[in-house]
């Protein structure tokens, strides 16, 4: 069943450096529209480099310098001239879920608001769709007035969640959601990335390789800094793969 | 035989030295609260008599050596609120582009100096460049707005310095997460950063106001009078203020009788005390707010 694959992202040749360390050294991968798109790797291997590119969040950090181009929807993300409407684009998820100190209502509500929707009844459509798509509406749905720091951990990791689906992402970028997460709970969101596939491109990236094999259509293997391996998936676990590295790391020798 | 959980020599000293220096950085402590011990009693002793409701809402009579001090209180009320008028946007503001805007390069620390020197200007030289840029230059006369601008000015390090720290104290992941959904800074700043950080935003600006009702010397050139028989209609007018008066009536007015400077003495440190305390509860009251 192959489909028509529609290139969302193409990096090309992408270098990222903080200062003289290099973070990933020339890069080039391409993500397709609709697939979970896998980044495993161990730590300091350039995964959340890359995601911070993808989002230009470099002009915010010092001293990162990205080189390269990243394109999205065949255009590069430095060309977007308005770069908030661009990360607008991108929802993000990050390892520990960062509840903002607002409400949990107003933590989903925020990106909506910052895109100009004022009405009550929109906002409160969107937050009980997001809330609801993140496996999370009807553990809260009778406190949407409490602070979204009060819940446990994989409570606020799927608030997080459903904070990024409230901006109608093209793409999910998940950072090892999962650390923080009971496995129950990563079952869950795991459930629920599967039917976000079929609305967003999702990249996940992950500590965890059997994550990558139950979710991801495709997979990137990141070693310190270098883009080892691209390919299927089920390629990469079944062994057609060229760098013998891969296998290694897949197989729990190092890593 | 001895068990592992036996005191050894060792220790014993460590127990003796932990004691000794406990008890040394307490008395030290106490020491400290002696003199403030001793002003406070002194004031309330000398000062016994000289209370009535008539202190607080009579003219001074019979060349100051009488009646009472109300419009001194006025005047420190008009020059507290029109110096924070004027310091706390300007400080707020700059605080806001210091820590959320500039980056970290030599002009912003530069700036940063700047403003920890300003802080350590003596208040004598903060009154002359008053006089000189504000009654002179802008031709704003011996004036309130003379006054409290140059009250601002001194005090603006103060403003700037807390509300520098307790915006950063706002954890950067929730800046990443706003930026993250597309929220611009200032967008991110009036949503996220500024709520969570108003409590030491406020600590810092009641900080200000015990330090401007207490100083005399920047105001005396710049806008407080010696006596007036009346209140101040306009900023454009000069006043009467309660530090200036207690030096007034304490140096240089004969046959003040011995009760009235030490008065003014007390509800001057009484009005910072209330001050004080109104900060720390509202600290408290904020905290107990906090979201994360």
């Known amino acids: 069943m192959v489909k028509r694959r529609v290139k969302k992202l193409e990096v090309h040749d992408l270098t990222i450096r903080y200062g003289d360390k290099v973070a990933l050294h020339a890069a080039s991968f391409d993500v397709y529209e609709n697939e979970i798109f896998g980044i495993i790797g161990p730590a300091g291997s350039g995964k959340t480099s890359f995601l911070r590119a993808l989002n230009r969040m470099n002009e915010m950090t010092p001293g990162m310098v990205v080189t390269g181009s990243i394109k999205f929807d065949g255009v590069d993300v430095n060309d977007w001239r308005d770069v908030y409407a661009l990360r607008s684009r991108i929802g993000v998820v990050f390892p520990l879920p960062v509840g903002l100190p607002l409400s949990i209502y107003e933590n989903v509500a925020l990106a909506p608001r910052l895109s100009g929707i004022k009405s009550k009844a929109e906002l409160d459509e969107i937050v009980e769709r997001c809330l609801t798509r993140a496996a999370l509406f009807d553990e809260v749905k009778d406190r949407l007035n409490s602070l979204g720091s009060l819940l446990s951990g994989g409570q606020q990791q799927r608030l997080t969640i459903a904070r990024a689906l409230s901006q109608a992402p093209q793409i999910l970028l998940l950072d090892e959601f999962s650390i923080a997460v009971d496995p129950v709970t990563t079952m869950r969101i795991e459930d629920v990335l599967k039917e976000l596939k079929k609305e967003v491109t999702i990249i996940l990236v992950t500590n965890l390789v059997a994550q990558a094999r139950r979710l991801a259509t495709r997979t990137a293997f990141f070693l310190q800094g270098e883009l080892v391996e691209v390919g299927d998936t089920e390629d990469l676990f079944k062994r057609k793969v060229e760098d013998n590295r891969t296998t290694e790391y897949l197989e729990g020798r190092f890593g | ?292």
């Not at chain 2, 209370?51 to 009579?61: H, K, L, M, N």
């Not at chain 2, 950080?197 to 330090?211: H, W």
């Not at chain 2, 209140?231 to 009760?259: C, E, F, K, R, W």
Request: glycine share 6%; net charge neutral.
């Open chain 2, 1 to 292: 035989m001895t068990s592992s959980f036996t005191t050894t020599e060792l220790n014993r000293k460590n127990q003796r030295t932990e004691t000794l220096f406990k008890i040394l950085f307490g008395m030290v402590t106490v020491t400290l609260i002696i003199p403030v011990a001793v002003i406070l009693i002194t004031l309330v002793v000398k000062s016994d008599g000289i209370f009535s409701w008539a202190f607080f809402s009579e003219y001074p009579t019979n060349g100051m050596t009488e009646g009472g001090i109300f419009p001194a209180l006025v005047g420190t009320l008009w020059l507290v609120a029109v110096a924070l008028l004027a310091s706390v946007p300007l400080g707020v503001a700059a605080a806001i582009y210091l820590s959320e805007y500039a980056e970290d390069n030599w002009l912003t620390r530069i700036i940063n100096l700047a403003i920890i020197n300003l802080a350590g200007v003596p208040s004598i030289v903060h009154a002359l460049f008053g006089v000189g840029a504000f009654v002179l230059f802008f031709e704003f006369g011996t004036s309130i707005l003379a006054a409290s601008l140059t009250l601002a000015v001194m005090t603006l390090p103060v403003v700037i310095v807390a509300t520098r720290e307790s915006l950063q104290a706002v954890p950067q992941s929730f800046r990443e997460a706003c930026w993250n959904m597309g929220a611009t800074r200032w967008q991110t700043i009036w949503r996220i950063v500024l709520p969570n950080s108003i409590s030491g935003i406020l600590t810092g600006v009641i900080l200000e106001v015990s330090r401007t009702v207490g100083e005399t010397a920047p105001i005396m050139f710049t806008g407080a009078a010696f006596f007036l028989p009346f209140l101040p209609t306009s900023v454009y007018d000069q006043t009467m203020a309660m530090s200036l008066h207690l030096y007034v009536i304490s140096t240089q007015v004969p046959n003040v009788p011995d009760g009235l400077p030490y008065g003014v003495a007390l509800t001057l440190i009484g009005i910072v005390m209330i001050l004080n305390s109104a900060s720390m509860a509202f600290r408290t009251y904020l905290r107990g707010k906090k979201k994360w």
